[in-house]
Structures are given as structure tokens and as C-alpha cells.
């Protein structure tokens, strides 16, 4: 073989073995590191904490300050307030794109109008609130 063929076949099976180990660190039970595995449920933890802190940033690049994230392993909580029943839908979607398919959504959202009372419009476009929605 050419020289230029076996660098480039080099550098393809380091950058596959590189992606393969990166990927297998980040999934529950695998190494962490030399001589230590990450159990199940800190690998969870881990997660729930990247993915609650992803759906809140998210959240406040749309303005929806006054909503509430708690994550955990099999649901995404959300409380607070919205101002408007398109940000409650909004801020489900964000939940939902956010929080793999393996979590529940809950909404315990409040719409709010503009004085900040709550909303006493029926709303049948968007899903009853204190609602799970399935995993």
C-alpha cells in the first residue's frame, strides 16, 4: 500500500475508536476512566441534571423566565407560569425535543394573562394542565 493510504487508514480507525470510546463513557454503567465505572444511577443523575439545565436555558432564550424544571429519571416536571397558552405550548415542546423519548412530560404550568391573573378561557387546543403525556 501507498503511504498516503495507510495514514489515511490510520487516522479513519483512530478517529472510529476515538468516537466508539467517547460514546460507550457516556452511556450508564460504562468506564469513566482508568480503573473506575460510573454506576447507574450517577449516570442518570448526570444526565437528568445536563438535560434540565438544557430545557432551562432553552426556556429563557424564549423569555419564559417563570417556569420551573425539575427532571428526574423517568419524568420532566414543569411549574410556573406562562403568559400566554402558545408559550405553555412552547415550553412542552422544549420539554418534549429536550427530554428523550424516555421521559413523561407533566405540565403544571399556570397561563396567565397580561395582568398576570390566571387565564379562566377554555383552552381546547392545547392539553389539560396537571397532565402526564406518555413516555
Do not use: C, W
Amino acid at each position: 500500500m501507498k503511504p498516503r493510504m495507510i495514514a489515511f487508514l490510520a487516522a479513519l480507525l483512530l478517529a472510529f475508536a476515538t468516537g466508539a470510546m467517547a460514546q460507550s463513557s457516556t452511556e450508564p454503567g460504562s468506564s469513566a476512566g482508568p480503573g473506575g465505572t460510573l454506576n447507574d444511577d450517577a449516570a442518570m443523575r448526570q444526565d437528568s441534571s445536563a438535560i434540565q439545565k438544557q430545557i432551562k436555558r432553552n426556556l429563557q432564550k424564549q423569555n419564559l423566565n417563570d417556569v420551573d424544571v425539575q427532571v428526574s429519571n423517568d419524568q420532566i416536571l414543569l411549574t410556573g407560569n406562562v403568559p400566554t397558552r402558545a408559550d405553555r405550548i412552547n415550553a412542552l415542546e422544549i420539554a418534549r425535543s429536550l427530554g428523550q423519548q424516555h421521559r413523561k412530560i407533566v405540565d403544571n404550568m399556570t397561563v396567565t394573562n397580561d395582568n398576570g391573573a390566571p387565564s379562566t378561557q377554555p383552552d381546547n387546543n392545547t392539553p389539560p394542565q396537571n397532565q402526564s403525556y406518555p413516555r
